[in-house]
């Protein structure tokens, strides 16, 4: 069995069966894999409060014949203080679903996982989720650092080019 220990962010749920749950992570060593969570959803989960999503987690799951079972987590942090607003609300979902759409499966890229932290820590100032598609796009080789975007519909439409798919979390949010 392969035994994985490192700190990653929530980025996707699936619930899975009666009490189960998949789990994405962008992960600071081993980019994006996906856990399965077992018993998360019941009441009486201890873990279910640090599978949230965005939340900053230390983990440790073992490999099975298909998957990694998560079998241990401590939150680092939650960044509670984006959940209150519903504006922030909708950067937590679009920052989660650019990177569930854009990053490639067990490629690590540290310079991502501190764009997220930073992105996150100030995620309540306006122009932060601009910059965090656009340095998102131009780490990842998408993008020339030196264009600049005109405005946010720019950005997003360079990024739904870059997908070959339409955001899901900006129509939602704009209903």
């Known amino acids: 069995m392969q035994y994985l220990k490192d700190q990653g962010f929530v980025i996707r749920r699936i619930n899975f069966g009666d009490s189960d749950r998949y789990i994405t992570l962008f992960t600071k060593n081993n980019g994006r894999i996906e856990v399965l969570a077992k018993g998360v959803r019941k009441i009486t989960s201890r873990r279910a409060g640090s599978v949230e999503l965005l939340n900053l987690i230390n983990f440790q ?5 298909k998957n990694f079972i998560l079998t241990e987590v401590k939150l680092i ?8 607003d519903l504006k922030n609300i909708e950067k937590v979902f679009l920052m ?8 490639p499966y067990g490629q690590a890229h540290p310079d991502v996982f501190s764009l997220i932290e930073r ?3 100030a995620a309540e100032e306006e122009k932060t989720l ?4 656009a340095k998102l ?4 080789g ?9 405005d946010e519909y720019h950005v997003q439409s360079v990024f739904e080019d870059t997908i070959e798919r339409k955001l899901k979390t900006r129509t939602v949010f704009r209903m």
């Open 61 to 65: 799951s073992i490999k099975s014949s």
């Open 77 to 84: 942090d939650s960044f509670s203080q984006l959940k209150y």
């Open 96 to 103: 989660c679903e650019l990177i569930e759409a854009i990053m």
């Open 119 to 121: 992105a996150l820590k």
């Open 130 to 133: 601009i910059y965090f598609q």
């Open 137 to 140: 796009l131009s780490i990842l």
């Open 142 to 150: 998408f993008w020339d650092g030196k264009t600049a975007f005109r």
